[in-house]
Antibody, heavy 119, light 108 residues
Framework: EVQLVESGGGLVRPGGSLRLSCAVS????????MNWVRQIPGKGLEWVSS????????YYADSLKGRFTISRDNAGNSLYLYLNSLRVEDTAVYYC????????????WGQGTLVTVSS | SYVLTQPPSVSVAPGETATITCGGN??????VHWYQQKSGQAPVMVMY???DRPSGIPERFSGSNSGNTATLTISGVEAGDEADYYC???????????FGGGTKLTVL
């Protein structure tokens, strides 16, 4: 069974940093591209970043580039998102998701982890 | 930048057919994916590459994509289909994942 479990969310002050983790199981992690998608409470889905299966190719949403960093550990079956210089408007549920092979869609999602940026 | 446009809401009676559209410039030339998100839950893929259903998705769900509009159709709508639905593409010009704004499906 494919499973993705995010962790690392919580309350952080504006300007602070956080590392989100996504632990995966049930599939050959090193063969799949992965994604982070966020959702501000009450709003729609917003793509954050994608990383290729090897980690060699990385994409970011333009509005977030420079503050967020995606990485992966294929040996440890984990995906990460480093959030820096956090702003109140970064408050959201952050989901990790697996890219469905050769389709570009996201076929499995984690349950999400809530990041709250507040003073 | 490329924009995907969805109607904010669609309402249908149980047993009727719901049609949710996703508009984009020449969207028919790229693959569209659809997600269902029920209240308080993570999204679930219900359609990929325009018209392919992932395993476990009922045949009541179908999709099409042509010209400037992609469409998700739900036949014989049930109360359990009430959710937000999002379309998504990979924008090759920017190497970005793009989501539509979402459509809230209400079952009357």
């Amino acid at each position: 069974e494919v499973q993705l479990v995010e962790s690392g969310g919580g309350l952080v002050r504006p300007g602070g940093s956080l590392r989100l983790s996504c632990a995966v199981s049930g599939f050959t992690y090193s063969s799949y591209s992965m994604n982070w998608v966020r959702q501000i409470p009450g709003k729609g889905l917003e793509w954050v970043s994608s990383i290729s299966y090897s980690g060699d190719t990385i994409y970011y949403a333009d509005s977030l580039k420079g503050r967020f960093t995606i990485s992966r550990d294929n040996a440890g079956n984990s995906l990460y998102l480093y959030l820096n210089s956090l702003r109140v408007e970064d408050t959201a549920v952050y989901y990790c998701g697996r890219t469905k092979s050769s389709s570009g869609g996201i076929d499995f999602w984690g349950q999400g982890t809530l990041v709250t940026v507040s003073s | 930048s490329y924009v995907l446009t969805q109607p904010p809401s669609v309402s249908v009676a149980p047993g009727e057919t719901a049609t949710i559209t996703c508009g984009g410039n020449n969207i028919g030339s790229t693959g569209v994916h659809w997600y269902q998100q029920k209240s308080g839950q993570a999204p679930v893929m219900v359609m990929y590459l325009d018209s392919d259903r992932p395993s476990g998705i009922p045949e009541r769900f179908s999709g099409s994509n042509s010209g400037n509009t992609a469409t998700l159709t739900i036949s014989g709508v049930e109360a359990g289909d009430e959710a937000d639905y999002y379309c998504q593409v990979w924008d090759r010009s920017s190497d970005h994942v793009l989501f539509g704004g979402g459509t809230k499906l209400t079952v009357l």
